[in-house]
């Protein structure tokens, strides 16, 4: 490909480049084309060497019993079958838990849900392994499951110490309040639904090596786990991963079983071996969003002002801790979304549920936390016949220091409030005001279809919760050509992670994007990373890229400085050139200059992020970097006879800072939106009665479709520069928008509260399914009834 040396000759030599940038564009994703044509190398289409066999997991098909024997004849003879391996098959530590080792790889005696991998088939085929799987024999000694969050609870069966965080007297404040609201919300679980299942393909190299090509968010603690299972260190162990399709939370943990059993397979037989799971397999066998059941009160004033809050929430955290820990802190750091919470008590606990170990989802309990309160808010307007925006305004956090409203429950103080001039811009670009009346005007005449609005806000932590987390590393390689190769420890899902350091480092070197190629992640080019997640991959990585770049500018600086007597200062990059004064230099031929005199063409880079602070006992600190705020209106018609429904239109604002790349960031808001949308409407997961989950396909499983998005979608980006240092004023995009579609939810909650005037809080439930809709439709004129 001779485009790239193209691009350098036809950049001209511009006069004024002061106006020249690559960060701040609308650059297409650096792999759109590749996709679309369907070049783009996903785990499954890399090239398979020779000798590569299959495997295939056998899943316990009770959700909690003793192992009384396993009969694997029938398997062993299966067609195709080179071996089957157990939990006694593993050289190392049989675990692939993220922080607390209490998941197994494979079952080792118990099984702790439907689901459950208890041993693997390694087979010639794919299809030959998954045949013979099925053909074992259990004897299982069944024991008593407990199957909801609610049933957890009472039974005290968590997987880690209840949360409890105060503030305040919240006995006092409620004394003092002239209302309550008093009630309890059950908000389902959401299964990731990555296009990509999750895959592994380990392939043994000399001396004990084990190349994990891999599906996964995290790289490097694949390499933990794989090195422990195999009972090797981590340096023997490479793991890669190029892009996913998908991962959304779903592959920050739990991608660890399928590297583990791929590289376990693949180390006992010393061939490549590759683990692919299809679609029923993963949805039965991984961990989904939690789902999680609120207990609340509210004590607020006559202006709707809310005074004190007690919540008590528990997630569905599964059989074993996973991240449920941080998920939670993150729900109970984000209970008070945009609103000043002056005496709140919050308790958290995780649920130890005989069900699949729930996992991070895009919003990683922030969507949990903050529905809860937007809940409330919504029963507080209604109660008092108020415009639930009014309500929502009332309790902002304060504009400044003077209104004394701006440290959150945990104890970090909002700096960078921006949702009242936010709320206000979308209030009037979406015309929220006058459709209220259009929509009463048409309800009145329209008995059957209903029509609802709501404007819900958000503002969003940035920053892993987990201090130590906040770091990255990137390595930039300058060839003597010119071109420039990254490697970072973000990984691409889809998010555009790669386009944005690129774009970072093309800015600092001042060459255009198209020279700067993004390489596979690799744990042997970036040591010891964190998992792309948090929305923090260009945050952290494109600072640490940043820093790389910036190390080699300045070297070249200082060649081309003393090249031409000048100072250092004074030298400028910019659209393929280096300048200084009437001097000036393709970035090409300075590379090449460079290289001839010795100067050091590549660098690495480090980033972490500074300021923060969390004492995970008492619950406080600032554990943000800073916040990203949005909010977005939705209108909705409700057809009140069979529950069904649709989105007309939905407006939303987001603060993306000084978005890196507002198309990528548009593409981001937009995705989550509607991913968040089917979260509290269609997609609902359901288990029987013996705790196997029977929504484990799309055809029991409704995530939105392209003709679920409404004809009128629109969605915009609010100018506002990032008062954090942030990579280059930037803000993150990737989970904060997935609350944005709250609004969807109270809409529809809006259009059945019409069938009573307003009058009643309609009891629905999130998903809002037809049925859930009907339900509540049948409450509300239950209600409606008994008051006559
Ligand atoms: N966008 C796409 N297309 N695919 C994904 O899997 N994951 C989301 C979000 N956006 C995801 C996505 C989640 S859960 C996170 S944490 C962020 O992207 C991670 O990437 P970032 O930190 O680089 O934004
Ligand atoms: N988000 C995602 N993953 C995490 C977090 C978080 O806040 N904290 C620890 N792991
Ligand atoms: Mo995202 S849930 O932090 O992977």
Redesign the pocket.
Known sequence: MNTQNDAFLKALNPTDTSAWKEVGKSHPHESAILHVVGEATYTDDIAESQGTLHAALGLSQKAHARIRSINLDAVRSAVGVVDVLLASDIPGVNDCGAIIHDDPILADGLVQYIGQPIFAVVADSHDNARRAVRKVVIDYEELPAILTPQAAHAAKSYVLPPMHLARGDVKQAFEKAAHVVKGELLVGGQEQF?LEGQISYAIPKEGNGMLVLCSTQHPSEMQHHVAHALGLHAHNIVVECRR?G????GKESQSGLWACVAAVCAQKLKRPVKLRADRDDDMIVTGKRHCFHYDYEVGYDDNGLILAAKVDMVSRAGFSADLSAPVATRAVCHFDNTYYLSDVDIRAACGKTNTQSNT???GFGGPQGAIAIEYIVDEIARNLGRDALDIRKVNFYGRNDEEGRNVTQYGQKVVDNVIHELVAELEDTSEYRQRRMDIAAFNATSPVLKKGLALTPLKFGIAFNVTHLNQAGALVHVYTDGSVLVNHG?TE???G?NTKVAQVVAHELGVPLENVRVSATDTSKIANTSA???????DLNGKAAQDAANKIRQRLAEFFAKLHNGEVTAVTFAAGFIQLGEHSMSFADLAQKAYLARVQLWSDGFYATPGLSWDSKTMNGSPFSYYAYGASVSEVIVDTLTGEWRLLRADSLYDAGNSLNPAIDIG?VE??FIQGMGWLTTEELWWNKDGKLMTHAPSTYKIPGVSDCPKDFRTNLFKNRNVADSIHRSK????PPLLLPFSVFFAIRDAIASVADYRFNPPLQAPATSEAILKALTAVEEMAAQSI
Not at 246 to 249: D, I
Not at 732 to 735: C, I, M, T
């Open positions: 990555y996913m998908g991962g959304f939370g991070a989802f895009r973000g899902m889809g998010q992670v792309t997640a948090a929305s923090t991959g260009a981001q995705g989550a993150a995009v990737g989970e």
